[in-house]
């Protein structure tokens, strides 16, 4: 028996069309002893935190048990504009050609996310849609299969221009190389009523497929289609697929699969391609192709712009070390040990290593600065208050610390360094700035804070909230803290009129990309 991975594979994130969970379809494979395979949704890749999160928690008791890992593979089947991405009139440009993308390693990943992004962002049309151009620009390191029936080699076949179909085949070995690959499917259907039409086109078109392997050396793979993930799940499907169209189950005209499209075994795959072991095999070659990497990243923000006068991050590279900064960014607010060696070195990565560090630090500092300002009205002494509202400059940061009660300080010093030590002052710069901007220059109300975000006192200190902790004794910690590895979330309300233009004014500082 020829070994064999499943490649071509649509999760439920394939909305109202794949049937599958992910945790159910990593089972099977694991099970039937698959080395890897591939998710493949239609459009999106919704589905690939979820896959990476399963992979690394069955995988990781997979070796504990000394058995074989299981490769999963990020992918997804594109929507290719029949015509260019521009156009978007009629019925030639919705949709498009399907076409399957395999990323080979984190680079291919990259651009497999930049292709799907513009395909969301500037091709939509019914459908998220790249096109050839895209294509060129984004196929470095990725894996090309010729996907189904509704792929641009099957339409061209199918229109009856075997030559236009021919060159297609050639446009894209010329583009991915040994890549690509073309894909053979046999959906022939047990019931005359679930669309037996499929597996007579598929018949001459698999011939077609085989004699232009042969003849301009392009590999040939065979995939299943997969939409659920056992046959008996075929019935749930066929309902699913209707509340996708709108249709009734008893609907003669509705949408039908041929209910083949499970995830089938490598022995049911090996059936139906017992002619052609070749195509069984190079599944595995093309698991083979594909390195396992870390998909996980920190946060990713614009950065906010800073005032020339506090300094720059140049500035900050000449002063620090790469020493200084870890021994701040891995110990506590009081300089003390509190990660080992292998933990703080794991940290320091976890956050984008050094040269994400000199930035975070950078916005840091400056947080700390607004934020002793901030504090000089809500928590500073009579006199720096005097001061200060006679002349802002004229007093210190480290004067407006000195006037603090020693509770308000080490509160303030605290979740400062919790801020800074997980990586996101730069998220609380752009969300104050964005409040003070409602309050001062485009009149929109502001709320006075609520949820979690009502227990930080420099969010009180930025004038994100207007409520203070500190009297009412509320937790910083319900809020941030290094145990919840996710990103701080503000509730802020805004007038509903004015809500549109907080999204604008957003949109136009930091990029409407970004937002």
């Excluded at 500037?122 to 990725?142: A, C, F, K, S």
Aim: aromatic letters at 10%; hydrophobic letters at 35%.
């Amino acid at each position: 028996m020829e070994p064999f991975a499943h490649l071509h594979v649509h999760t439920e994130y394939s909305l109202l069309d794949g049937q599958c969970k992910i945790a159910r379809l990593f089972a099977k494979a694991a099970a039937d002893g698959m080395p890897g395979f591939a998710i493949t949704d239609h459009g999106n890749m919704f589905g690939i935190k979820e896959f990476f999160d399963v992979a690394a928690k069955e995988n990781g008791k997979r070796e504990k048990e000394g058995l074989p890992r299981v490769k999963p593979i990020f992918g997804c089947e594109v929507y290719v504009a029949r015509r260019t991405l521009q156009q978007k009139e009629g019925k030639a440009d919705m949709s498009g050609w399907h076409l399957i993308l395999l990323a080979k390693n984190k680079k291919g990943y990259q651009n497999l996310i930049k292709a799907v992004s513009i395909g969301w962002v500037d091709g939509y049309y019914m459908r998220p849609r790249i096109d050839h151009t895209v294509l060129e620009q984004y196929h470095e390191d990725l894996i090309c299969c010729s996907a189904c029936l509704g792929g641009e080699i099957a339409k061209k076949f199918e229109s009856g221009d075997l030559a236009a179909a021919e060159e297609a085949i050639l446009w894209h070995k010329n583009l991915f190389g040994d890549d690509y690959y073309l894909e053979l499917q046999r959906h022939k259907t047990t019931d005359p009523l679930y669309n037996p039409e499929c597996y007579e086109k598929q018949v001459p078109y698999n011939r077609f497929l085989q004699e232009m392997s042969a003849k301009h050396g392009v590999k040939l793979i065979c995939s299943n289609d997969v939409h659920f993930v056992d046959e008996e799940n075929a019935e749930a499907h066929d309902h699913l697929i209707c509340m996708n169209t709108g249709k009734d189950l008893d609907d003669p005209t509705r949408m039908r699969y041929t209910k083949q499209e499970w995830f089938k075994t490598t022995e049911e795959m090996n059936k139906l391609f017992e002619d052609v072991p070749e195509a069984l095999r190079n599944t595995v070659e093309i698991v083979e192709k594909c390195e396992e990497y870390n998909i996980e990243n920190p946060p990713i923000m614009p950065n906010f712009e800073i005032p020339a006068e506090f300094g720059n991050e140049d500035e900050y590279r000449h002063r620090l070390t790469e020493q200084d900064l870890f021994d701040e960014f891995t110990r506590d607010e009081n300089g003390n040990v509190i990660l080992s060696e292998e933990e703080a070195h794991k940290k320091i990565k976890k956050l984008g290593g050094y040269e994400k560090l000199y930035r975070i630090k950078f916005e840091a500092d400056y947080l700390k600065h607004l934020t002793m300002r901030g504090a000089v009205p809500l928590y500073g002494s009579d006199e720096i208050k005097a001061r200060f509202k006679a002349d802002p400059k004229s007093v210190t940061d480290q004067e407006i610390q000195d006037s603090l009660k020693p509770e308000v300080w080490e509160r303030l010093k605290f979740e400062l360094h919790i801020m800074k030590t997980m990586g996101f002052p730069g998220y609380f710069l752009i969300v104050s700035d964005f409040i003070r901007a409602c309050r001062e220059e485009i009149g929109v109300s502001v709320g006075p804070g609520r949820g979690s975000a009502a227990g930080s006192a420099v969010a009180y200190c930025l004038g994100i909230t207007k409520i203070d902790p500190i009297k009412y004794d509320l937790l910083f910690e319900r809020f941030l803290n290094p145990d919840r590895i996710s990103l701080p979330d503000i509730d802020t309300d805004f007038d509903d009129d004015g809500r549109p233009r907080v999204i604008e004014w957003v949109q136009n500082k930091y990029g409407a990309d970004r937002v």
